[in-house]
């Protein structure tokens, strides 16, 4: 069974620029969400999605970020325009809806530099 | 807010000695405390799940175990490959928005020397 994918594994962009991140969660999985981490900081929670609907996005640093998953499949997150803070890893996780056995599997991330 | 603190930040073995790692955590209620290795350039790989206080997982030389405060990694005769990341994190007890969230701490890097 694949597991999570995304892509690109790399991008580094200018300030002010946009780029959009896509995460592609193992199939038959509800549940997708966004992780972050910075360097020197741990991973953070960005938002949660359930199906196409956005379940909790308390974490979602400012407007600047949009997160959308189309019919419930795929999900992207684009950062419009990206600042120097926004460099970092970008972890998608995805799980099944299984209550309080509820494991996240994660991909293996995207490197973001802004210059 | 949860707090997950994680003690070494680093440590370094040699081959064959055993060793733990901590995860101290402050949550309101407990639904679930995850352990991850982390490769570099590598997203989390989920290793165990604990739920209660008490209860013990083990997969070849690793056993994690739960408090109620804090849990342990223990890690017996590691070898070079068991070289990564170590992370924990908590989900809290409560139902609704953010009762998905996974909470981390930093990480304990291991360094295994043959």
Redesign the interface.
């Known amino acids: 069974e694949a597991g999570v994918t995304q892509f690109p594994s790399h991008s580094v962009i200018e300030k002010g620029q946009t780029v959009t991140l896509r995460c592609d969660p193992i199939s038959g999985h509800d549940n997708l969400y966004w992780y972050r981490r910075v360097m020197g900081k741990e991973i953070k929670f960005l938002l949660h999605f359930v199906k196409e609907s956005k379940q909790d996005e308390s974490g979602m640093p400012n407007n600047r970020f949009l997160a959308e998953r189309t019919g419930g499949t795929y999900s992207t997150l684009k950062v419009q325009p990206a600042e120097l803070e926004d460099s970092g890893v970008y972890f998608c996780a995805s799980s099944q809806e299984a209550g309080s056995t509820d494991t996240q599997y994660f991909g293996p991330g995207t490197r973001l530099t802004v210059l | 807010e949860d707090q997950?603190t994680q003690s070494p930040e680093a440590l370094r073995l040699q081959e064959g000695e055993s060793s733990s790692l901590n995860c101290s955590y402050t949550v309101s209620g407990l639904?679930?405390l995850?352990w991850?290795r982390q490769d570099p350039?590598?997203?989390?790989?989920?290793l165990f799940?604990l739920?209660s206080a008490g209860e013990e997982k083990e997969k070849e030389r690793l056993k994690a175990t739960l408090t109620k405060k804090e849990s342990f990694l223990h890690i017996t005769a590691p070898k070079p490959e068991d070289s990564a990341t170590y992370?924990c994190?908590v989900r809290p007890l409560y139902s609704g928005?953010?009762s998905?969230?996974?909470?981390?701490?930093?990480?304990t890097k291991l360094s295994v020397i043959p």
Do not use: I
């Open positions: 997950v639904r679930g995850f991850y350039g590598k997203g989390p790989e989920f799940t739920y992370l994190a928005a953010g998905y969230q996974l909470t981390f701490g930093k990480g």
